[in-house]
C-alpha cells in the first residue's frame, strides 16, 4: 500500500479512518463528562481548590503510570489494550452517574475520576503507539500529526455541545452520553483490521547500532536510536506542557479576569483557538518528513504567537489573535508527536510514546498550580508571556542540540 500523496494520505488506509474517527469521538464525549464535573463541584463548593482536584485526580495516574505503560505496549498489542480501555473508560464513566449529585462526596468522587485516569494513562499511550502499525514507516509523519487534529476538532465543538446537553439535561445525562461515546469508540476501534495492521515486532531482534544509548528517563524503558534526539524532545515537551499549555486555565482567566469578559466570550476564545489548532495541525501534516530539527520552526511560531495574545490590548483583539494561537499550537503538537514517532525503531515506540505523554498529560496538574500561582500574583496576560518566554528558550535549545557536527 502506497503512502499517500498530502496530508489525507494516511486515510487511505480504512485502519487509520476508523482510529481517527474513535479519537474525535472520544475527545468529544470527554467534555461532556469534565464539564458535568466541573460544574457540580463548583456548584457544590465554590472553591476552585476543590475544582483544582479533579484536575490532579485526572492527570496524576498518567504521570505515575507513564512507564508501565510504554513497558505493555511494546509486548502487547496496540488494538487489544484499546478496546480493553475503551470498555473500562464506559464502565467507570457510568458509574459517576451515582456520585454526581447536587452534594457529591468529593474523596469518592476523586477516587473514580483517579481509576478512569489509571486506564487513560494506558490508552493514551496505545492510541499513539499505534499509529506506525495502521499505516507504516512511510506515513508516520503525517498520520502522527494528522492524529492531533481530533483533539482541537473535539474542543472546536465539544464544549459547546456539552454546555447545551448541562443546560438541558443535566450532569447525569452528560456523564452517561460520555459512557455511550466510549462504546462508539470500542465499535470503531473493533473494526481496525488485525491482518492490516503493519507489525513492530519485525525489527525486534536486530542488533543495536552502536549510538543507540540509554536516554533520559530511558534507563527504565529501553535503548533509543539517538539519544541526544531523545533528550531534546523529552526536555522540550515538559517544558512547553508545564509553562505554555494550560490553556483551559490561562485562556478562560485572561478573558474572565483582565478583559472582564463574560461565558460568551470565553467560550468565542476556545473555539476560535480550536479551529486554529484544526489548521495548524494541517499544515504540519503537510510536511513529508519530521525531525528533531522540525522543532525549530514549530517552537519559534509558538513563541511568536504566545508573545501576539499576551500583547493584546483589548478583548477584541485578544479575540482575534485567538486563532493565530490555535494554528501555532496545533502546528507544534503536529511536530512534536511526529518528531517523536520518527526518533526511534519502531520497537520502541510504545516507550518512546509513554515518556512523551508523561511530559505532556503528567504535566497538567503541575502546570495549573504554578500558572494559577503567577495568574493570581500578576495576570493572565502576564502567565501567557511567561509561555512565550519558555517556547523561546525552548527554540534556543533546539538550536543548540540539532546543530550540524563541524566538518
Known amino acids: 500500500m502506497g503512502s499517500g500523496a498530502g496530508p489525507a494520505g494516511p486515510f487511505r488506509y480504512p485502519n487509520f479512518s476508523w482510529y481517527f474517527t474513535g479519537q474525535v469521538l472520544s475527545n468529544t464525549g470527554v467534555w461532556f463528562q469534565n464539564l458535568a464535573l466541573q460544574l457540580v463541584v463548583l456548584g457544590a463548593t465554590g472553591s476552585a481548590q476543590a475544582l483544582s482536584g479533579i484536575t490532579i485526580a485526572q492527570f496524576l495516574p498518567i504521570f505515575l503510570l507513564g512507564i508501565p505503560a510504554g513497558r505493555l505496549l511494546d509486548r502487547v498489542a496496540p488494538r487489544t489494550v484499546l478496546l480493553a480501555t475503551s470498555l473500562a473508560s464506559a ?41 506506525f502499525e495502521l499505516v507504516g514507516p512511510d506515513s508516520l509523519s503525517k498520520a502522527a500529526s494528522i492524529s492531533t ?8 465543538v465539544g464544549p459547546a455541545l456539552a454546555g447545551l446537553a448541562f443546560q438541558g439535561l443535566g450532569p447525569s ?17 473493533l473494526r481496525i483490521l488485525p491482518d492490516e495492521l503493519h507489525r513492530r515486532s519485525s525489527q525486534a531482534q536486530q542488533r543495536p547500532r552502536r549510538n543507540e544509548i540509554k536516554s533520559v528517563g530511558a534507563a527504565a524503558s529501553g535503548a533509543f536510536r539517538r539519544s541526544r534526539d531523545v533528550n531534546t524532545l523529552l526536555v522540550v515537551n515538559v517544558v512547553i506542557s508545564l509553562l505554555a499549555m494550560n490553556f483551559g486555565l490561562v ?3 485572561t478573558v474572565n479576569l483582565s478583559y472582564g469578559g463574560d461565558a460568551g466570550a470565553v467560550g468565542a476564545v476556545h473555539t476560535l483557538n480550536a479551529v486554529g489548532a484544526v489548521l495548524g495541525g494541517i499544515l504540519a ?34 479575540l482575534a489573535a485567538a486563532p493565530v494561537l490555535g494554528i501555532a499550537v496545533g502546528y507544534y503538537q503536529g511536530i512534536v508527536n511526529a ?3 520518527e526518533s526511534v525503531r519502531p520497537q520502541f515506540i510504545g516507550r518512546m510514546m509513554s515518556l512523551m505523554t508523561m511530559g505532556s498529560y503528567g504535566m497538567v496538574p503541575f502546570g495549573a498550580l504554578l500558572m494559577g500561582w503567577v495568574i493570581d500574583a500578576s495576570s493572565g496576560r502576564v502567565a501567557l508571556a511567561v509561555s ?20
Not at 468522587?109 to 499509529?131: C, D, K
Not at 445525562?173 to 476501534?189: G, T
Request: proline residues 4%.
Open 251 to 253: 485562556l478562560t482567566s
Open 91 to 131: 464502565v467507570v464513566t457510568a458509574s459517576l452517574v451515582f456520585v454526581v449529585t447536587r452534594d457529591p462526596d468529593l474523596w469518592l468522587l476523586y477516587g473514580m475520576v483517579g481509576v478512569l485516569g489509571s486506564v487513560q494513562a494506558f490508552e493514551r499511550v496505545a492510541a499513539q503507539t499505534i499509529i
Open 339 to 341: 518528531a517523536a514517532q
Open 388 to 407: 512565550a518566554v519558555s517556547a523561546f528558550v525552548c527554540l534556543v535549545v533546539v538550536l543548540v542540540r540539532t546543530r550540524p557536527a563541524p566538518k
Open 149 to 156: 487534529i481530533s483533539l482541537a476538532a473535539a474542543r472546536s
Open 285 to 318: 501534516a503537510r510536511r513529508p518528513r519530521v525531525s528533531v530539527r522540525s522543532m525549530i520552526a514549530a517552537t519559534s511560531i509558538f513563541g511568536a504567537a504566545l508573545a501576539l495574545n499576551a500583547a493584546a490590548p483589548t478583548l477584541l483583539l485578544f
Open 173 to 189: 445525562a452528560c456523564i452517561l452520553i460520555n459512557a455511550a461515546a466510549y462504546l462508539l469508540v470500542f465499535a470503531s476501534r
